[in-house]
């Protein structure tokens, strides 16, 4: 994007925004060159802002950035992508919530608002995959698969891609059978490494071999896979646990999506 000594052009995604000041807003940005920034729009809690309508969280926009003393300053904004079936269900409001706290949790600022350095071979594949979920969630009825492949490629882009084809402890092939799961090591344990190792945890051999297959696929590959309401509970929890694992904290937004689906079970049953 170009930009100048003063001002900064960036494609991004909205993640989050809090209240600041009397009427200003504090963003939390994801753009597809710079990656994680942070920029105040002036005004636009007022009821006239113009503003305001392209900066909700999720929403694609195009900005105009100005250097401001501790942040970068929101000048322009337009709205590429509002993703608005997103917004007209609850269920892909909470899967989108997910997605853009982990994506948030696992990025980081690099250099505060006085940096225009960019890093595009970090950014723009990451940023890639937030927009190709953002879509997904909002064509899908239920983004658990969707969602399910953000984590695994997300695993891939970070640098923590898991270790399912071999053991990560004696490095034979795994088999076709029931296995074990270090977050330590990073991987599948066979049943000999895995047994009586420390932190580590049983992982069937249906789970294992979904994890396998979205791994390996493409999105519409996997989107096409059976999911055995168990396994793909194994799978799910399982790959939430690895990624705490990473995180060192909790996540805000599975408890809400968990309120939501089960919410939404109620009714439906």
């Known amino acids: ?17 809090s209240d600041w000041g009397e009427a200003d807003r504090l963003l939390i940005l994801f753009a597809r060159q710079q990656g994680k920034l942070r920029a105040v729009a002036k ?7 113009r503003k305001a309508g ?4 999720f929403t694609r926009v195009k900005l105009l950035l100005a250097r401001g003393r501790d942040f970068w300053i929101v000048t322009q904004a337009e709205t590429i992508d509002a993703y608005l079936p997103l917004r007209e269900d609850l269920l892909r409001v909470a899967y989108a919530s997910y997605v853009v706290e982990l994506l948030d949790r696992f990025s980081y600022e690099e250099g505060g608002n006085h940096s225009t350095e960019t890093r595009e071979g970090d950014n723009r594949p990451l940023y890639q995959l937030l927009i190709e979920t953002l879509e997904r969630l909002s064509a899908a009825e239920d983004g658990f698969k969707a969602t399910r492949y953000f984590e695994i490629r997300l695993l891939d882009l970070i ?3 898991p270790e399912l084809f071999h053991c990560v402890a004696c490095g034979s092939l795994i088999q076709p ?40 696929s493409s999105f519409t590959e996997a989107s096409r896979a059976l999911l055995p309401s168990s396994a793909a509970s194994e799978m799910e929890n399982l790959l939430h646990e690895y990624l705490l694992f990473l995180l060192e904290r909790n996540l805000n937004s599975p408890a809400f ?10 009714r439906s049953g």
């Not at 059978?177 to 580590?200: K, N, R, V, W």
């Not at 999506?257 to 109620?266: A, F, M, S, T």
């Open 54 to 57: 392209h900066l909700e969280p």
């Open 177 to 216: 059978q029931d296995q074990y799961f270090s977050m330590i090591q990073g991987g599948a344990l066979c049943p000999a490494c895995g047994e009586h190792a420390d932190g580590t945890r049983f992982v069937s051999l249906a789970a294992l071999k979904l994890l396998r297959h979205f791994q390996r």
């Open 159 to 161: 640098g923590f891609r």
């Open 257 to 266: 999506l968990h309120q939501v689906r089960h919410e939404r079970l109620k």
């Open 1 to 17: 994007m170009p930009r100048s000594e003063h001002t900064l052009h960036v494609e991004a995604v909205v993640l989050r925004h």
């Open 43 to 49: 005004g636009a809690r007022r009821l006239r802002s």
